[in-house]
T-cell receptor, first 113, second 113 residues
Framework: GAGVSQTPSNKVTEKGKYVELRCDPI?????LYWYRQSLGQGPEFLIY????????DSGLPNDRFFAVRPEGSVSTLKIQRTERGDSAVYLC???????????FGQGTRLTVV | QQQVKQSPQSLIVQKGGISIINCAYE??????FPWYQQFPGKGPALLIA?????SEKKEGRFTISFNKSAKQFSLHIMDSQPGDSATYFC????????????FGSGTRLLVRP
């Protein structure tokens, strides 16, 4: 695609439910990052994939958060037993070579009620 | 040591004026310093970036000034326009940290007509 695509744009879920957020990076980009942005703050790093493997997951807040990228393109961020504190905009970014320009998607706004 | 400090939190500039946003960092391993522009409901978009081997980079109305010894860098927007009204984030990253971006807290810029 022309840019990084994230679906859904908005997700409202009940506390305790499971959610999946999808990221479709720019075609050919091998590096993929997930970030979380709370209201009025800068994005915070969650996890980084190089190809299919999670090369750095140091930003995942706890074991309720998990992400996969099975074929080295589309990635899914999975959140189990959602809590109200998980409400934020989840951003995905991709780049062609590690360290060069990172292009962000429009984000998924997750609201846990 | 991973923190990037950004100021001011908000900025109001008259059309045609110069907008200046400042950032400071501690980690001397950082080797890539991008600036992102974010409009409400959108993902961050890369504006301009610099590496520490140069002291200034200019692209159109946007200039990054970089002071390696002081561990500071700034964004200058010349001839500011109402369409520049957005939130601006500085960021820093390093090769040894997977080039994950460490963002500042953001500056909300308003350019008055």
């Amino acid at each position: 695609g022309a840019g990084v695509s994230q679906t859904p744009s908005n997700k409202v879920t009940e506390k305790g439910k499971y959610v999946e957020l999808r990221c479709d990076p720019i075609s050919g980009h091998t590096a993929l990052y997930w970030y979380r942005q709370s209201l009025g703050q800068g994005p915070e790093f969650l996890i980084y994939f190089q190809g299919t493997g999670a090369a750095d997951d140091s930003g995942l807040p706890n074991d309720r958060f998990f992400a996969v990228r099975p074929e080295g393109s589309v990635s899914t961020l999975k959140i189990q037993r959602t809590e109200r504190g998980d409400s934020a905009v989840y951003l995905c970014a991709s780049s062609s070579i590690q360290g060069t320009e990172a292009f962000f998607g429009q984000g998924t706004r997750l609201t846990v009620v | 040591q991973q923190q990037v400090k950004q100021s001011p939190q908000s900025l109001i500039v008259q059309k045609g004026g110069i907008s200046i946003i400042n950032c400071a960092y501690e980690n001397t391993a950082f080797d890539y310093f991008p600036w992102y522009q974010q409009f409400p409901g959108k993902g961050p978009a890369l504006l301009i970036a610099i590496r520490p081997d140069v002291s200034e980079k200019k692209e159109g109305r946007f200039t990054i000034s970089f002071n390696k010894s002081a561990k500071q860098f700034s964004l200058h927007i010349m001839d500011s326009q109402p369409g520049d009204s957005a939130t601006y984030f500085c960021a820093a990253s390093s090769m040894d940290s997977s080039y994950k971006l460490i963002f500042g807290s953001g500056t909300r810029l308003l350019v008055r007509p």
